[in-house]
């Protein structure tokens, strides 16, 4: 089953401006993270957010998390077209002894920068 | 370091082959996972090494399996194959088992005819 559940599917804005994708997700967590894929390729990690953190930037990269509503965003800022492509939030389920079990995927928000 | 390699990239084989794919994760990760990417799924664990031990196993029938070596590179093997097992399966290393940020290799694309 989906742990995390990104919003929109899919997202196409131009160049320079701004997308924000969502995540919510259903059970505790310890922490979330984004993932981007290039199409058809492997996913590269792209920021970890801890369940005590509410904000985490990256370069242009700001994300959000509100344990209170089991939801996360992810706001890419001044977009390019080399930002195209699919970006998936992930979730690690969590033992009964409180470690990371195995990551659980959303199935992702496609994002299209036109140039 | 080198990033996660996975072997072959693309493979094409009928239904009731099977087939073993390889993944050599990033010197000093001793943990490997497995995902299989499917259009309709979406990524979906298969199982996870670590130290030579399947510790954790996700929802896929007993065709699906794998092992560890000692040098941690891993390799998954499907038996009787069936067109559905067409997916992108990607290999995933990290340090330890708390399953941190995970480093994705660019993953095998299997074609099931």
């Known amino acids: 089953s989906q742990q995390g559940e990104e919003d929109p599917q899919a997202l196409s804005i131009q160049e320079g401006e701004n997308a924000t994708m969502n995540c919510s997700y259903k059970t505790s967590i310890n922490n979330l993270q984004w993932y981007r894929q290039n199409s058809g390729r492997g996913l590269v990690h792209l920021i970890l957010i801890r369940s005590n953190e509410r904000e985490k930037h990256s370069g242009r990269l700001r994300v959000t998390l509100d344990t209170s509503k089991k939801s996360s965003s992810l706001l890419i800022t001044a977009s390019r077209a080399a930002d195209t492509a699919s970006y998936f939030c992930a979730t690690p389920q969590l033992r009964s002894g409180g470690s990371n079990y195995k990551l659980t995927f959303g199935k992702g928000t496609l994002l299209t920068v036109n140039p | 370091k080198a990033g996660v390699t996975q072997t072959p990239r693309y493979l094409i084989k009928t239904r009731g082959q099977q087939v073993t794919l390889s993944c050599s994760p990033i010197?000093?990760?001793?943990?490997v996972s497995w995902y299989q990417q499917t259009p309709g799924q979406g990524l979906q664990f298969l199982f996870e090494y670590f130290s030579e031990t399947q510790r954790n196993k996700g929802n896929f029938p007993g065709r699906f399996s794998g092992r560890q070596f000692s040098n941690s590179r891993s390799e998954m093997n499907v038996s009787t194959l069936e067109l559905g097992d067409s997916a992108l399966y990607l290999c995933?290393?990290?340090?330890?088992?708390?399953?941190?940020?995970?480093?994705f290799g660019p993953g095998t694309r299997l074609l099931v005819l």
């Open positions: 010197s000093g990760h001793r943990s």
């Open positions: 995933a290393s990290s340090l330890d088992t708390d399953q941190e940020t995970q480093y």
